[in-house]
């Protein structure tokens, strides 16, 4: 959930082409004298569809990330025939994460609104992202007003208030408790004040009959995001009867040996679910 990300998937996708054109900056929110903005990647042989890509690890997004590990993420789709919209959310702690979520579900809104614009059809919109930003595409694939058809989220956290276990919150974890000031609660209040903040950005309280097709990619090494968070979400989607699957990457931590296939798997997930 770090920027260790960039480190890990530059290298890895240097050699890909790049997308035909790219349009920068598009301002997709503004608020608080702040402007929101994403970057558009249109292929050279578009399909019509769109990916809508999470810039996020650890509830933090920027710029920066375009040089780093989106070049190689941007083409996997592109070079699929995919209009990219690469969003960059505000970063925590100076945006809590129910705001973050907020921000990303006004991206699509825009992306919806923009259809014509760029070419694509507002009925094969898929969302995705990679930890932090697996988790905001299944925020956004569970708001009833924002449709889109297929999500893919890869190492995402989905059930905050039951941490690799029930009753176990993220930030009981030492090494997590620095998202404390991100989820914005008071460590010393009751621990059901506590719970019910995190169930309200935990993707798993937002399934319901109309959830959209989702693919979930999880490594069953994963030190930072447990399994248990893939497989209860797994069983969520099943349970709403929803159009869905669990690909679990043997040996695969919260790194490139997940999220690299894991890339892999979206694009056939969203040719499977958008071209067709």
Request: proline share 7%.
């Amino acid at each position: 959930m770090s920027r260790q990300l960039s480190v890990l998937l530059l290298p890895l996708f240097a050699a890909l082409a790049s997308a035909q054109t790219r349009i920068q900056d598009v301002i997709y929110m503004k608020a608080g004298g702040t402007a929101f903005t994403l970057d558009v990647l249109k292929p050279a042989n578009p399909n019509k569809a769109a990916v809508v890509f999470m810039v996020s690890g650890g509830w933090i997004s920027d710029h920066t990330m375009f040089q780093s590990f989106m070049p190689g993420i941007e083409k996997v789709f592109a070079d699929g025939g995919f209009t990219v919209f690469e969003v960059v959310h505000g970063a925590q702690p100076r945006y809590k994460v129910s705001e973050i979520v907020d921000q990303v579900r006004a991206a699509v809104r825009f992306v919806h609104a923009h259809a014509a614009d760029y070419g694509i059809d507002t009925n094969r919109v898929g969302v995705s992202g990679i930890s932090s930003g697996g988790h905001l595409s299944l925020m956004i694939a569970g708001s009833p007003d924002l449709p889109v058809a297929a999500v893919a989220a890869i190492s995402p956290p989905t059930d905050l208030a039951n941490w690799g276990k029930p009753g176990f919150i993220l930030t009981d974890n030492p090494q997590l408790a620095m998202f404390v000031p991100a989820l914005g609660f008071d460590p010393k209040a009751p621990r059901t004040d506590i719970e019910a903040i995190l169930k309200q950005v935990s993707p798993i309280t937002l399934v319901n009959p109309k959830f959209p097709p989702t693919l979930i990619v999880h490594g069953d090494a994963d030190q930072v995001v447990p399994l248990q968070q893939a497989q209860t979400m797994d069983q969520a989607l099943t349970k709403a009867g929803i159009d869905h699957k669990l690909e679990v990457i043997r040996g695969g931590g919260h790194d490139e040996k997940t999220f690299v296939p894991g890339l892999t798997k979206a694009l056939q997930w969203f040719k499977d679910k958008l071209l067709k």
